[in-house]
T-cell receptor, first 119, second 113 residues
Framework: EAGVAQSPRYKIIEKRQSVAFWCNPISGHATLYWYQQILGQGPKLLIQFQNNGVVDDSQLPKDRFSAERLKGVDSTLKIQPAKLEDSAVYLC?????????????????FGEGSRLTVL | GNSVTQMEGPVTLSEEAFLTINCTYTATGYPSLFWYVQYPGEGLQLLLKATKADDKGSNKGFEATYRKETTSFHLEKGSVQVSDSAVYFCALRRMDSSYKLIFGSGTRLLVRP
């Protein structure tokens, strides 16, 4: 079974430029997550989708970050304009767990991440 | 609020030594608890999990017991190997409708031959 695919693996940009990251989840997984992992910290959830709808985007800096999941499969995360503090690894994860259905099973499968350096 | 606190690293051990990485949590209700591992250059992988009090998760020689009375989920291994060198993250899953994973800051383990 193919895992979660992310691209690009590495990106270096200057501040105020824009960048986009792409994620292809495991086939059939309804739920998709974008996490931000700053060096030395644990991952922090930015946004959670179920199919093509947003479940939780409370930690997404909406003045510069946007994300979409058209057709409920692939997702893109965009940053415009980038700031120095956006330097981090952006992790995509997917799960078969469906929001609101109860229970607490449903492992998250993570991609290898996209490392962003803002100069 | 919900949070996870892990012991700071790095933890440096010799091969075959005993490992403990402490993890405590704060949460409302009864969250599920997880340990994830991140090997160099790779993504996060689920190592083990426990979904209710007194459950013991185990995998690859690692164990952790869900202790509700001490709100802890310490990771242990009896004999570490060089290949266990990685960053270990403790996490909880909220039991509200979002099922969001909340991670600790991670503990780097370095095992020397």
């Amino acid at each position: 079974e193919a895992g979660v695919a992310q691209s690009p693996r590495y990106k270096i940009i200057e501040k105020r430029q824009s960048v986009a990251f792409w994620c292809n989840p495991i086939s059939g997984h309804a739920t998709l997550y974008w996490y931000q992992q700053i060096l030395g910290q644990g991952p922090k959830l930015l946004i959670q989708f179920q199919n093509n709808g947003v479940v939780d985007d409370s930690q997404l800096p909406k003045d510069r970050f946007s994300a979409e999941r058209l057709k409920g499969v692939d997702s893109t995360l965009k940053i415009q304009p980038a700031k120095l503090e956006d330097s981090a690894v952006y992790l995509c994860a997917s799960s078969s767990l469906k929001h609101g259905t109860g229970g607490n099973t449903g492992e998250l499968f993570f991609g290898e991440g996209s490392r962003l350096t803002v100069l | 609020g919900n949070s996870v606190t892990q012991m700071e690293g790095p933890v440096t051990l010799s091969e075959e030594a005993f490992l403990t990485i402490n993890c405590t949590y704060t949460a409302t209700g009864y969250p599920s608890l997880f340990w994830y591992v991140q090997y160099p250059g790779e993504g996060l992988q689920l190592l083990l999990k426990a979904t209710k009090a007194d459950d013991k998760g185990s995998n690859k020689g690692f164990e952790a017991t869900y202790r509700k009375e001490t709100t802890s989920f310490h990771l242990e291994k009896g004999s570490v190997q060089v290949s266990d060198s990685a960053v270990y993250f403790c996490a909880l899953r909220r039991m509200d409708s979002s099922y969001k994973l909340i991670f600790g800051s991670g503990t780097r383990l370095l095992v020397r031959p």
